[in-house]
């Protein structure tokens, strides 16, 4: 059986196919604080672009919010603009009513000053308040609209996307990732515009007012600027590998959730919870190795500010013993010197939370870049009431990455109106071949025509009003069984209708059963409907395929769970209901091919034959051979002794 795309857990792990493409798995990449790059992915390469460049494509989501993000940036400036302040008022106080001796001091200017540097400081943190006000609302809006755009990408993207990513990778993408982008657009990016703001126009001031002492605090840049450098390299790396292994670990708790009940039974928790610990325990020394960078690094950028203010201090004293400097502007310097120490300081905090950032904008749009290859085309053709006839027109089909085809240049026709069972050997490519019919995929070569239109000359939404699937893997939503059956229904049907086709639905699926679930129709079935059993849930997807009333029905198996007794029962109903309805059902067991009006048999990846069961049984061995394989396996599952002979049916073997 192929990956059947109602199938939402991933076990893949992503494969880089294009440009876009994710990086390779990051689970057995090694977490030394040396060695992160390994696993970093395209960002780091020589030809990634720069961090400004990667941020600059959040700008179409964060554009509505800009007026509010850019208030916020002006405020958290004229915060800071307003600490700035503060020195310049100390240097008047220390000059004037200070210096001038306690006889003479002047406590009304004294006064004065102090209520001013108290005014200043509450200026200051009205001006945070008011930051945050502008920022919180407008950051939770971007993250929404970016969530949004990502989840609707996901769900345009074809099937084949889906095989190669593993769904915590994108399950952490949609979730931690534009968290923390969030973050970074709430509070890492004002702090990064105050912060350099304030640095260079804290330094600017003490050049000017503070002449050489500000040329020796200007020196200490030149250690500081190395040090950001080289921290924004080997941070970007690690942030890349711990992000990515967080996406990896919550694949493994998905799968491992997904999977609880077989690693119940086979008695594998201790196994999972291992190799769970062994994986968790990766990331944690990845995340030791961000957290010992960043300490490195805000050491380092604590320790040179304050060695400079240590140099200056001599070099201050001197001048002003040698009446070079005054008292007032020696205080004004340090004081303003302590104001540019603080984001100096935070530099190591800002350009983490920014690099981090950056990561997450990277991983997003790996996601939004990889293109759709199944699209609608531009001017699509409508197919009003079509009759059915569905044809396959020297169909090639090869996976992505696979080195052969799994269909070769098929031909096979499916007249309006009649049932045609799909019968090979396991692998032979029949699930392949069905999901080509609704495109699921598209052929790699060749065409699938719906009444001589090509399907992709349809609009996808048209088509599968046209073409309704049912799987043998069938997956429910965490819905009302209501909900959950009429999915595909016809849109526009007033209520009664819609009443009258669940009815129907459920009735021709044998699913009585809901009417004795604790709220009928309307009770709520667990997540993928784990909390009924496989034929029941076969049978709910089964009316799922039938309410959607489709021109076109393929069914993939969709019995395979049911006993023998419910089979039957479903087997008579659908044909009355198939009537007028094409179509193709994958059989995998002999009982299945009752259904139908004629066999196609598919071996290595071409229609060897197509007929009745009873013209295939009298002249193809092959078949011969697959249909005692398949009584083989029923039997083997206590299925086999199903007395109904297939339907007879008209129709001469037409060996292709
Ligand atoms: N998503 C996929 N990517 C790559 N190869 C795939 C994928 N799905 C299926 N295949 C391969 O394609 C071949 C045909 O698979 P398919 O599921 O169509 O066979 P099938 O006849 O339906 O098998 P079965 O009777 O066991 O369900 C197999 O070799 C399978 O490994």
């Keep these: 059986m192929a990956t059947s795309p109602s199938r939402p857990r991933g076990r893949r792990h992503p494969v880089p196919a294009s440009s876009s493409a994710p990086p390779p798995s990051s689970s057995t990449a090694p977490a030394a604080p040396t060695t992160p790059a390994t696993s970093g992915g395209g960002t780091t390469s020589r030809h990634a672009p720069s961090t400004v460049s990667a941020l600059a494509r959040l700008y179409p989501f964060a554009r509505p919010a800009l007026p509010r993000l850019v208030a916020g940036m002006v405020a958290a400036l004229c915060a800071s603009l307003a600490a700035l302040a503060i020195p310049r008022v100390l240097e008047r106080v ?64 074809p099937v084949a996307f889906h095989d190669r990513w593993a769904g915590g990778q994108l399950l952490s993408r949609s979730m931690s990732d534009l968290g923390l982008l969030r973050r970074w657009l709430v509070f890492g990016l004002p702090t990064l515009v105050v912060s350099t703001t304030t640095i260079l126009v804290g330094v600017s001031i003490l050049i000017v007012t503070g002449g050489v002492l500000g040329l020796v605090y200007l020196a200490g840049a030149i250690p500081v600027t190395v040090i950001a450098f080289r921290f924004s390299r080997r941070f970007r790396a690690i942030s890349r590998l711990s992000q990515d292994q967080s996406g990896d670990l919550a694949t493994t708790v998905e799968e491992s959730v997904h999977g609880i009940r077989v690693l119940k039974a086979f008695g594998r928790g201790r196994d999972a919870l291992d190799a769970f610990t062994d994986q968790a325990d990766r990331l944690r020394r990845t995340e030791m190795a961000k957290a010992s960078t960043q300490s490195t690094v805000t050491s380092a950028l604590t320790a040179i500010p304050e060695l400079t203010l240590g140099v200056a201090l001599v070099v201050g004293v001197v001048q002003a013993a040698n009446g070079q400097i005054s008292v007032g502007a020696l205080v004004a310097f340090f004081a303003t010197a302590a104001v540019v120490n603080t984001p100096v300081v935070d530099l190591g905090m800002t350009l983490s939370m920014t690099l981090n950032a950056r990561t997450a904008v990277d991983r997003y749009f790996e996601v939004l870049d990889t293109p759709n290859t199944l699209t609608d085309p531009a001017a699509p053709t409508h197919l009003d009431s079509p009759r059915g006839d569905v044809e396959l027109r020297d169909v090639t089909f090869r996976y992505d990455d696979a080195p052969d085809a799994v269909l070769d240049h098929v031909d096979l026709t499916l007249p309006a109106g009649t049932t045609t069972a799909l019968v090979g050997l396991t692998g032979s490519g029949k699930s392949t071949l069905a999901m080509l019919v609704p495109r699921l995929y598209d052929v790699t070569d060749g065409s699938v025509l719906l009444d001589d239109v090509d399907v992709r000359d349809l609009a996808r939404h048209e088509l599968r009003t046209h073409v309704a699937v049912a799987f043998e893997d069938s997956t429910l939503f965490s819905a009302s069984v209501r909900d ?23 009735d021709v699926a044998q699913a009585a059963f809901v009417h004795d679930l604790p709220h009928g129709v309307d009770t709520t079935i667990g997540e993928e409907g784990l909390s009924l ?6 049978r709910l997807a089964l009316a799922r395929a039938i309410a959607a009333r489709p021109r076109v029905l393929v069914l993939d198996d969709p019995l395979s769970a049911l006993d023998v007794a419910t089979e039957e029962a479903v087997e008579k109903r659908l044909r009355q209901v198939l009537a007028g309805t094409t179509s193709l059902v994958v059989a995998h ?9 004629r066999v196609a048999v598919l071996q290595d990846g071409r229609i060897t034959a197509v007929g009745t069961h009873h013209d295939l049984l009298t002249h193809d061995p092959h078949y011969r051979h697959v249909i005692s394989n398949l009584e083989a396996d029923a039997a083997a599952h206590g299925l086999g002794e199903h007395d109904d002979e297939p339907a007879p049916a008209p129709g001469r073997t037409e060996h292709a």
Excluded: C, K, W
């Excluded at 009513?97 to 200017?109: F, K, M, V």
């Design 94 to 157: 220390v000059n004037g009513p200070l210096a001038a001796g306690a006889a003479e001091h002047d406590t009304g200017a004294l006064a004065g000053a102090v209520a001013l540097v108290a005014g200043l400081g509450l200026l200051e943190a009205m001006f945070i308040a008011v930051r945050r006000g502008f920022v919180m609302l407008p950051g939770t809006h971007v993250e929404a609209r970016m969530r949004d755009a990502l989840y609707r990408h996901l769900l345009e993207l």
């Design 484 to 506: 959950n059956v009429l999915l595909g229904a016809p849109e526009g049907l007033d209520p009664p209708a819609r009443e009258a086709l669940l009815a129907e639905a459920l």
């Design 533 to 538: 059993s496989g034929g029941q849930r076969q």
């Design 589 to 597: 067991r002999p009982s299945t091919v009752a259904l139908a009006d």
